[in-house]
């Protein structure tokens, strides 16, 4: 059930409708041929009853669910929510866990029924958590034991304090010793009957037979709420449908040539679009496999994608970062790039690395590529598109997959996924041309529904009839006249001084290419003379000796005064959102002291 549309006025409506269409055709116009995401996961553990669906590791622990085990358990859970806590069709369940087998569980056994699963980010504030569970109204939440004291306090917080969920009517324990204080999910769940029947489904799972009634989940019940990562504001939170989640999977397994005998890896946390999307929905729809690991580890990455015969992996730049670093160290010791007793020929079967949701710079993707030889397909979307929007294409050559990324200023996030359309568009709702600069802009049956109980966000974001991204961009064509898509940063990183608008972007690959730096970031900091100027935060490498002068003259010397860093602020950390992404606004304070300094040539 979508209840977004009830609190949006009759133009926000329209856009929204607009919005969700490609190409003239509207989201109720389904791409996919599934009623729901049960109907597609019962037809997988049919036709592949014993091929591997679930791979769990966590250090030396593997736990492997075969789609049929895996489609049981499922079933299993969805029997434990239905009958011991009331969950019904529309409710909302959130989770306070980490990537698990069990997490994966709860998710589907809430799709099953037709819920809707509010994943909390356990990497955020206590307050943050809370407001999320208030906002959301979930009624149920599951913790994992190694959260289960934070949750409590959580919960059960002063509102004073920024802290209370009232809403959450019981914690549910998974994993973990026994707590008499909490229902315990395996205590429960294991001597349940592993088929749902809360729908009046059939006994038999194996039935081709679906009942279908007012308990029945429809592609267009809310399945996902996750909260933006904006440093500023409260949270806002993205509905996706049933229907946004299988469409968006449709449209990736289509674009990185994903079949059922491929592996894909997990190495992002599931709270997130990205491991949710890539990982574990569209591998399920594509028939495949995927590998879930606890956490990534930069030690034992290669190794484990020869041991798991992986074909891809979907990381964030950062991860790359590690990677590029660790390989560099393994082979200063003369050891392999890819680990001590690891070589190339074992990774025969790996393909390739899907890259998005941070910022990907020119020289962390030709130093990659260049050091282990595998392409990252580079693309682009957020959680209101579901996830992805755009990669660069699989079937092009080498040299023309290394152009997008390297010659033109920018890596290209690619082309538009077969799903959705995606345009530039000017402040005031007017298309732009090639190489224009302007807001990139999505429409499609992969956005959302909207923001959750925030009608005026639904206004402003859907106002043109397309999903305002907030990023800046522009596209090319190539020789066949089809649209490469660029991000220059994002709007509110752009760094405004006296008038003139500069991409952080522009700037840090000036930065990354001086001799030592390991991380380079342009930030817009207030001044009296320009409104906002130009600083620079940076991060040595391990052992590097920078000196700040020295980085302003190499910096001048390849870009204008206008555009160069007037202050350099070293530092170890940088503030990250659970995807990678830099938080470019919360190093703002850091320059504080240079306010009412007037910078000369």
């Not at 941070?358 to 959680?383: C, K, N, V």
Request: hydrophobic content about 40%; overall charge negative.
């Amino acid at each position: 059930m979508n209840t977004t549309f009830t609190s949006v006025d009759h133009q926000t409506q329209t856009n929204l409708h607009a919005a969700r269409q490609v190409f003239g055709l509207p989201s109720e116009h389904r791409l996919i041929p599934y009623r729901n995401v049960r109907q597609l996961l019962s037809q997988q553990a049919k036709t592949s009853p014993n091929a591997p669906f679930l791979i769990y590791l966590d250090g030396d622990q593997r736990e492997s669910l075969s789609y049929v085990e895996f489609n049981a358990r499922v079933h299993q859970v969805a029997n434990l929510l239905h009958d011991d806590f009331g969950v019904r069709r529309g409710d909302r369940v959130a989770t306070i866990a980490h990537n698990h087998s069990d997490t994966v569980l709860i998710y589907f056994a809430c799709w099953i029924i037709g819920a809707c699963v509010a994943p909390q980010n356990v990497a955020e504030d206590d307050r943050r958590i809370a407001f999320i569970l208030r906002n959301s109204e979930a009624k149920i939440c599951f913790v994992r034991h190694d959260y289960l004291l934070r949750a409590e306090r959580i919960i059960s917080g002063d509102e004073s304090d920024g802290l209370g969920a009232p809403n959450i009517q019981a914690i549910v324990q998974v994993g973990g010793e026994v707590d008499e204080r909490y229902p315990h999910f395996h205590q429960l769940v294991k001597n349940l009957p592993n088929t749902y029947l809360g729908d009046g489904a059939p006994v038999k799972s194996t039935d081709d037979a679906i009942r279908v009634n007012a308990e029945t989940a429809t592609l267009d019940d809310e399945a996902l709420l996750v909260y933006t990562s904006g440093t500023t504001g409260a949270p806002k939170g993205v509905v996706l449908t049933q229907y946004n989640l299988l469409v968006d999977a449709f449209a990736i397994s289509q674009a990185q040539g994903i079949t059922g005998n491929q592996r894909l890896m997990c190495v992002l946390p599931i709270h997130h679009v990205n491991g949710i999307v890539v990982t574990l929905i569209t591998p399920l729809y594509a028939g495949a496999s995927t590998v879930l690991n606890r956490s990534f580890s930069v030690s034992t990455f290669w190794r484990t994608i020869i041991e798991q015969r992986i074909n891809i992996v979907s990381v964030v730049p950062t991860l790359l970062q590690f990677l590029l670093e660790h390989g560099r160290k393994q082979s200063e010791n003369g050891e392999s790039i890819f680990g001590e007793g690891v070589h190339r020929r074992g990774l025969t079967h790996f393909r390739h690395f899907v890259c998005g949701a941070g910022t990907l710079a020119m020289t962390l993707a030709r130093d990659f590529e260049d050091t282990f030889g595998y392409p990252i397909l580079h693309g682009y979307g957020l959680s209101e598109t579901t996830c992805y929007s755009c990669f660069l294409p699989i079937d092009i050559s080498w040299e023309e997959h290394q152009s997008w990324l390297l010659d033109h200023g920018y890596p290209s996030i690619g082309m538009p996924v077969i799903t959705n359309e995606m345009a530039i568009f000017d402040a005031f709702g007017n298309q732009l041309g090639e190489g224009d600069r302007g807001e990139i802009c999505i429409r499609g049956h992969n956005v959302m529904s909207g923001y959750f109980k925030r009608p005026d966000a639904n206004a402003e974001t859907f106002k043109f009839g397309w999903f305002r991204s907030g990023d800046e961009g522009f596209y090319k064509t190539d020789s066949r006249g089809r649209k490469f898509f660029f991000i220059t940063g994002r709007i509110k990183e752009l760094i405004n001084r006296g008038g003139v608008k500069f991409s952080p972007f522009d700037i840090e690959e000036v930065l990354l290419s001086y001799p030592g730096v390991k991380v380079g970031l342009a930030i817009a900091f207030k001044n009296d003379y320009y409104g906002e100027e130009v600083g620079a935060y940076l991060v040595p490498e391990e052992g590097a000796l920078l000196d700040a002068e020295a980085i302003l003259t190499y910096c001048r010397e390849r870009m204008t005064f206008e555009k160069s860093p007037k202050v350099i602020v070293f530092g170890n950390e940088i503030p990250v959102t659970s995807t990678g992404k830099y938080q470019r606004l919360r190093l703002q304070e850091l320059f504080t002291e240079w306010e009412h300094t007037q910078f000369k040539k």
